[in-house]
């Protein structure tokens, strides 16, 4: 071979070795291909999901999108993340508390204003819901006194909970037809948990046999939890007082028992006290 031709560069393919940043051609990504076709696409995540067609209000929903955007800021020696709306706030209360007059007036008019929105909105419920109560009180008094169907609404007045000293409005019982069907089959069960509280516990009062004692007794406390659970769910009016009560050491607490089996659920099946006698 001459030497001209061997300064000519070849036209072989130079060899491919496989190693450190060379994977295999076969499992190297395709030029202009995604290495995740199926993935999210780059920059979406930063991207609010905004219907910007006519009508939808799109600039509201993107000041929402950024007001309650996740911001890093540095509070003391470490660094929290919040809303930058409540890092706008911080900042500024941090600012009054230096002194700075625009600041100071800033906030005290924002909270005050906060406050009477909260006042008068807290006052406008309170009156309407005292104005329901009334008439319906009234309307219901008038039926039953010339002996005319009972009217039934939702919420009952009497379910109504008015607090003049704060003006606090509670309901405590239902509010819906749908509320009013569950509170009807509750109390459907909760009428069978206590007779057969009752059917459990004269047989055990009355039986002899130990075995047959250690049965009724378990059989007892499992409809008292059942009944107290329902019972603690039900709003003032709506409570009975259990007839028979066990007090034996693992038997259920009126007013506690609701919120125990809140806690008992909490935990995996293997561990639960008391199993999945009433179902997810």
């Known amino acids: 071979m001459?030497?001209?031709?061997?300064?000519?560069?070849?036209?072989?393919?130079?060899?491919?070795?496989?190693?450190?940043?060379?994977?295999?051609?076969?499992?190297?990504?395709r030029k202009g291909q995604s290495g995740n076709p199926a993935g999210r696409p780059k920059g979406s995540a930063n991207k609010p999901k905004v219907d910007t067609s006519?009508?939808?209000?799109?600039?509201?929903?993107?000041?929402?999108?950024?007001?309650?955007?996740?911001?890093?800021?540095?509070?003391?020696?470490?660094?929290?993340?919040?809303?930058?709306?409540?890092?706008?706030?911080?900042?500024?209360?941090v600012a009054a508390m230096k002194g700075?007059?625009?600041?100071?007036?800033?906030?005290?008019?924002?909270v005050t204003g906060l406050e009477k929105r909260e006042h008068d909105?807290?006052?406008?419920?309170?009156?309407?819901?005292l104005d329901y109560k009334r008439e319906w009180t009234e309307r219901i008094e008038h039926c039953e006194?010339?002996?005319?169907?009972?009217?039934?609404?939702?919420?009952?007045?009497?379910?109504?909970?008015?607090?003049?000293?704060?003006?606090g409005v509670r309901i405590e019982g239902p509010q819906t037809a749908e509320q009013k069907a569950h509170y009807e089959k509750a109390r459907d069960r909760r009428l069978e948990a206590q007779e057969n509280v009752t059917y459990f516990a004269r047989k055990y009062?009355?039986?002899?046999?130990?075995?047959?004692?250690?049965?009724?007794?378990?059989?007892?406390?499992?409809?008292?939890?059942?009944?107290?659970?329902i019972n603690d769910s039900m709003g003032g009016?709506?409570?009975?007082?259990?007839?028979?009560?066990?007090?034996?050491p693992d038997a259920s607490r009126e007013g506690e028992t609701l919120r125990q089996f809140y806690e008992d659920r909490q935990r995996p099946n293997s561990e639960r006290r008391w199993g999945d006698f009433v179902g997810e």
């Not at 070849?10 to 990504?29: D, I």
């Not at 625009?102 to 005290?108: E, G, R, V, W």
């Not at 009016?237 to 066990?246: C, F, I, P």
């Open 2 to 29: 001459s030497g001209s031709e061997k300064n000519q560069p070849s036209s072989l393919p130079e060899p491919y070795c496989v190693g450190y940043k060379r994977p295999p051609v076969e499992h190297r990504f």
């Open 54 to 93: 006519f009508g939808m209000r799109a600039a509201e929903e993107y000041l929402r999108h950024e007001a309650y955007r996740p911001v890093t800021i540095r509070d003391g020696e470490k660094l929290v993340e919040l809303p930058a709306i409540q890092a706008v706030f911080r900042a500024m209360g």
């Open 100 to 110: 700075n007059r625009l600041a100071q007036k800033t906030m005290a008019e924002l």
């Open 121 to 129: 909105s807290r006052m406008e419920l309170f009156g309407t819901a």
């Open 145 to 167: 006194e010339r002996g005319l169907p009972i009217p039934e609404p939702l919420p009952h007045p009497d379910d109504i909970i008015l607090d003049p000293n704060n003006g």
């Open 205 to 229: 009062r009355r039986s002899r046999s130990e075995e047959k004692k250690k049965g009724y007794l378990e059989e007892w406390l499992w409809e008292q939890r059942m009944f107290d659970i």
């Open 237 to 248: 009016r709506h409570k009975m007082k259990l007839q028979d009560r066990s007090y034996h």
